[in-house]
């Protein structure tokens, strides 16, 4: 009864693997006459995404920068100037540039997964 993308990913398995690495209870996919499909990996995204719990989460990277000093110096570093230089040296390249316009002329969203990841971390 597991909800598997078109590659054979089992969203659910991969989710509840997230939840106990940061410690959340097991993630209950919803039933099947609820859970919407997407297509691609656009749609495994938008699919994770969606049945995330992000209030949990977001109260969990609370609590774990004001509990985990590892998690607070890693958020920290990825935060600081010398990080943000890489990423912009990163950006910059004509090979990366070069690699996300591949990734977008296949159909993949790739701006919407970068941002996804600047606002987990609140970064520009």
Partial sequence: NSARGEHGLDVADFLNEIHSIIGLPPFVPPSRRHARRGVGINGLIDDVIAILPVDE???LFQEKL???PD????????RSPEFQSIISTLNAMPEYQDLLQ???DKGV????????????FGLP
Avoid: G, P, Q, W
């Avoid at 110096?73 to 990825?78: C, K, P, Q, S, V």
């Avoid at 969203?109 to 987990?120: A, G, K, M, N, W």
């Fill in 57 to 59: 989460l977001k109260a």
């Fill in 66 to 68: 004001e509990t985990s």
């Fill in 71 to 78: 998690f607070k110096a890693l958020y920290d570093a990825i």
């Fill in 102 to 104: 591949n990734l977008r």
């Fill in 109 to 120: 969203d790739v701006d919407h997964f970068i941002e996804l990841i600047r606002s987990l």
